[in-house]
């Protein structure tokens, strides 16, 4: 077993039995042109953690620990897409139409990919969701379940939404999660800070927070 120094209090793992997750970090979400500019965002604060989150993937692949991507995604015909989530606010584009990098979070457009920086390795898992959290609509369960996956480290964007949900998520399935704090953002900092309080609150009701440095000095 590991000891992470970490809050609310240390955060053990065992290797053989935990999984990294990197969520969403999608050209849509972190460059100019996608997704979440049309929706109004600064995406400065997500591009501020490219290197962080590609040294954590480093860190995990240097000691052969698997790796899971997410990707927040749709079908090219929006079959999975429920209106109320295509319609709701007023972005400049809509899930699906045509931007800069393509349709906007359809599977295959450029802008559904993840950054270059972070692109997922041969052998690592990567898996389309088409809600917010990564339980939702796949097979990410199972999959855990099959690899006898109990431990979570989570990274990616942004923090309040697709990575807090799939967070809860985990904790409510029984998963022990731990969230690198340097390694996910917001395009909102209070948010970030807000869901890293509420995440650990309680005695770790969601789970853990922890820095990269913090991390690695302890994974050795
Ligand atoms: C959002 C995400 N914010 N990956 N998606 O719509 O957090």
Request: with cysteine.
């Amino acid at each position: 077993m590991i000891e992470i120094p970490a809050e609310p209090f240390p955060f053990a793992l065992d290797p053989a039995h935990t999984a990294l997750v990197v969520i969403d970090m999608q050209r849509d979400f972190i460059e100019p042109g996608g997704f979440g500019e049309t929706l109004g965002n600064d995406v400065t604060p997500l591009a501020a953690i490219v290197p962080t989150v590609a040294e954590l993937i480093a860190l995990f692949r240097a000691k052969k620990w698997p790796i899971l991507h997410t990707r927040e995604t749709h079908k090219p015909d929006l079959s999975d897409c429920p209106p109320a989530k295509r319609l709701r606010g007023r972005p400049s584009l809509r899930i699906g139409d045509e931007g800069p990098m393509g349709r906007i979070l359809i599977r295959g457009e450029q802008g559904a990919e993840i950054v270059e920086a972070c692109a997922p390795a041969a052998g690592e898992i990567v898996v389309d969701k088409p809600g917010k959290g990564m339980f939702y609509a796949t097979g990410v369960n199972d999959l855990l379940k099959a690899n006898a996956i109990t431990h979570l480290v989570f990274a990616g964007v942004t923090t309040e939404v697709c990575v807090q949900t799939s967070m809860r998520e985990a904790n409510d399935r029984g998963y022990e999660c731990l969230l690198i704090e340097d390694a996910t953002a917001s395009y909102f900092p209070r948010f970030k800070a807000s869901a890293m309080e509420m995440i650990r609150a309680q005695g770790a009701i969601v789970g853990w927070t922890t820095p990269l440095a913090a991390f690695a000095g302890a994974a050795g």
